[in-house]
Each structure stands twice: as C-alpha cells, then as structure tokens.
C-alpha cells in the first residue's frame, strides 16, 4: 500500500494545500491516489459498489497511526464531508461514513454527521477537471450553529483530496461556528 505517513510530518503536501486559504490546525491523507492504481480501485469499490467495508478497513488501520499525535493534537469530534440528500438516495450511502466511524472508534471521540450539511446538489468532483472542481463549489455547505457545537476542533474527513476545494468550502461552513478549529484527514491524496 502507498501509505504517506503525512501524520508525522506538520508540513506535508496535504496542510500545503490550504496554506493561505483556510486556517487548519491539521491535514494529512493516508495513501497516495494514482490514476489506475491500487488504491483509485479500492476507493472505486468504497463509492460506487457498495464495498463500505473498505473504509471500516482504512480507517482502523489510520486511526493507529493518528493515535501517535492525538496527545499534541487534541480532535473532539470527527465529521465527514456530506452528501445532498438526493446524491445520498441515489447511491444509498456517504462514503465516507465507515472510515469516520471507524477513525472516531479509533481515537475514542464522537462522530457527528448533523454538524455539517450540503445545501446545493452537485455533479460528482472526480468527473471535473480542475477548473470546474474550485467553481461554484464556495455556497454548497453549511453549518449547524448551535452553543453545543461551539468551541470544538473538528476532524473533517473526505476520500480523495484532490484541489481541497470541497474541504476548503465545508470548512468555511464549520468556521462560522465560534470558536471552530479544523482539521482534515482523507483516506487518500492525488498525486500531483
């Protein structure tokens, strides 16, 4: 497996991603994403044919690796990039789902998918190219402002980290809640 091992280096090509764009305490990926490989299999498997498995897999085997900086890094609560509701009928799940409830089991914090929501339906990102991934994407997402949700430091997590423009929004979203801290964590990373 092409694992990254971003989690033991604070300036990896993941937090690169947002520098200047998004104030995050973290970001790391644990596999790297090659057109064709391995892991663009097992994620095709994860999204679209129902393999949930997988992210269950993935995200026990990160969530160890994460434990070694969860002492410097506290998480309170994991959230997953959401899907609309009418692209979460159609393929019945959110991808994401297993590996950040796996990755919460793992690092013993609650996972919460009522903090952040999509408002506006999309076309799939992997089928943009990366002009079309960064447009329209700034008012999709929204956050629950409630007391209870303030003061946290959120994990978001994601499958493929790609441009960060969906992070990017989702994070704007969770940052109009006082007192949010993020920080982003994806099964895999593309290659660039």
Not at 6 to 15: I, S, T, W
Not at 46 to 74: C, F, M, P, R
Request: with cysteine; proline share 4%.
């Amino acid at each position: 497996m092409p694992l990254t091992q971003y989690h033991l280096d604070p300036k990896n090509q993941a937090v690169k991603k947002f520098y200047g764009k998004i104030d995050i305490q973290f970001a790391a990926a644990f596999l790297y994403f090659n057109k064709k490989g391995m892991v663009q299999e097992l994620i095709h498997n994860l999204k679209y044919k129902g393999h949930e498995e997988i992210g269950t897999v993935l995200g026990n085997w990160y969530a160890e690796d994460l434990k070694e900086i969860q002492l410097a890094i506290s998480f309170d609560v994991v959230i997953p990039v959401p899907l609309h509701p009418k692209k979460f009928k159609e393929r019945g799940y959110n991808q994401v789902t297993t590996f950040g409830k796996a990755l919460a089991e793992g690092l013993k914090i609650p996972y919460d998918d009522s903090v952040l929501y999509r408002k506006k339906y999309s076309k799939t990102q992997s089928k943009k190219n990366l002009l079309g991934r960064s447009e329209n994407i700034e008012n999709i997402f929204d956050a629950v402002l409630t007391e209870e949700n303030q003061n946290k430091h959120f994990l978001i997590v994601d499958d493929v980290l790609t441009t960060g423009a969906t992070l990017e929004a989702c994070s704007r979203a969770l940052l109009k809640i006082p007192g949010a801290k993020l920080s982003i964590v994806c099964m895999a990373m593309a290659n660039s």
